[in-house]
Every structure is written in structure tokens, then in C-alpha cells.
């Protein structure tokens, strides 16, 4: 065979092979919507028997009595909503210092490595656990808080206390993220900077967060997502309790619940089909707060990327 046969076998078994991956790419992505239509598709028809017995009242509804087929979920999106954000607003400023020095001031080194491990350890670490050592550390140190505000009844459980293990559970998201993406800043803009007299926090300042600032804002959608769906620490921590407080001190520290901790505190216990439809709905609305919330997301990294 010559050569130039070689060569047309050898083209025509690459442009094969590409177009057999090409056709794998595109079945793995068919399949990824497909399996994003089946969940939604599921929770609206096992949510059917609530949505017409109870209507859009169901959104706003204040009320969470099972016993009496009474359910509105507003008082668990208030507190999905409020741990989650609270969360987000505690742990961005730590995200993005551990992000900074380890992508900036120590790249290499002993400590660099120690708090890399470190913050990749606290993302490994199953959830329940961070409810356990919270209940034990964190709550007393809460009921102390509460007792010097004068909150009445202080318990040391409630949104405040989920949102501050929340927080420490999502720093490693938006850290990671950040480290990579600050550690991927062209040496070039930084050179050009510091040529012109720039110190070093001037060119963290106005170079490498003005061009990380997308991939930064991804890694805090990131850690909201995490925040949003979290289960089993909430659960633990935040009360458990369906009744809204009369004032913001009484909401913010005292007892709530979430959309998720919810579900998992009573989704064994649903014994008709009302109570069982209710909660499916209430993953339903969880479903569509992280689709909107992300899109909003989406939309922003998109306005400041193509500025």
C-alpha cells in the first residue's frame, strides 16, 4: 500500500472517530435534558392533587397544619430564602480572601498546600457532620448571643444557626473556583501593571478581579445552589418549626424551617394523598427558586462578560 493510501485510511478513520464522539457528545446532552424534563415532569403531575385542590394559594399560604389539610409553604421559602442568602453574604468575604492569597500572595509553599487541603477537606466532609459539631459548638455559643440581645424564648436554634454552618459549609466552592481562576490571570496584565507603579493590592484592585469577575460570581452561584439544597445540617439546626416570628429578630433567630428540611422530616409521615402531594409541590418550588435564581445569575455573568 503507498503512502499516500496510508494517509487517506489513516484521515478517513480519524473523521470516523470524530464523528462517532461527536454523536456521543450530542446523546450525552440529549439525554442530560431529558433527565432535567423527567424531575420536572415528575414533580408537577405528583403535585397535581395540590395544585387543584389548593390553587396559587398554596404559595403564599401562612398555615402548615397536616392534621387538618391546611398547607402553605410560605414560611419554608422564607426560610430556604433566608438561610441561604445569609449564608451567601457570611462566607463570600472569606471565599474570596482565601481565594486572593492562595491565587496571589502564596502560591506555593507548605502553608499554600495545608489551607488548600484544608478548604478541600471542609467540601468533603458529609453534612450531618457539620450539624453535629454545630450542635454542640455553635448553638451555645448563639444561646449566649440571644440571651444578651434579650431574645425570649432564646433557644440557640434557628436560621441564624443554620446560616452560619451553611456558611462555613459553601466557602470552599466559591474559594476553589476563585483560586483557579485568579491563578489563570495572563502574567502579562499583571508585568504591565506593576511597570506602571501599581502596588499589589491595585492590581488585585483594577486587573485580576475586573478579569475574574465572571468566573467569581459563577463560584458564588455555585455555593448558593449548595446553600439552597441543603439538608440534613439544616434540619438539625434550624428548629423545625412551620410558625413565623412577629418581628425580624424573632425570624432571623428563632425557630423556622426549610423547603428541604421539610421534606425530610415529613415525607415518611405522609399518610394521605394531599399531605404527600403537598410536599412534592414543595420540591416543585424548590425546583423553580434555583432555576430563576441561576438564570438571574446567568444573566449577570453574561451582561459582565461582554462589557
Known sequence: MSVKNKRLDLSYSQMKWETIFKRILIAMSVIMLLLVAGTLITLIVKSMPTIKSLGIGYLWGKVWDPVNNVYGERPFLMGTLLTSF?????????????????GEYNTKGWLSNLLKNTVELIAAVPSIIYGFWALFVLVPQVLKLENAIHLVPAVGVGAFSASLVLAVMIIPYAASLGTSLIRMVPSSLKEGAYALGATRFEVIR???????????????????????????????????????????????????????SVIANEFSEADHDLYYSALIELGLVLFFVTVVINLIGKRIITKYTNK
Request: no cysteine.
Open 206 to 260: 483594577s486587573v485580576v478581579l475586573p478579569f475574574t469577575r465572571s468566573g467569581l460570581f459563577a463560584g458564588i452561584l455555585l455555593s448558593l445552589g449548595r446553600a439552597l439544597g441543603e439538608t440534613m445540617a439544616v434540619t438539625i439546626l434550624i428548629g423545625n418549626t412551620s410558625a413565623i416570628g412577629n418581628s425580624f429578630k424573632e425570624v432571623f433567630f428563632g425557630p423556622g424551617n426549610t423547603m428541604a
Open 86 to 102: 445569609t449564608a451567601l453574604l457570611i462566607s463570600v468575604p472569606f471565599s474570596y480572601s482565601v481565594a486572593i492569597y492562595l
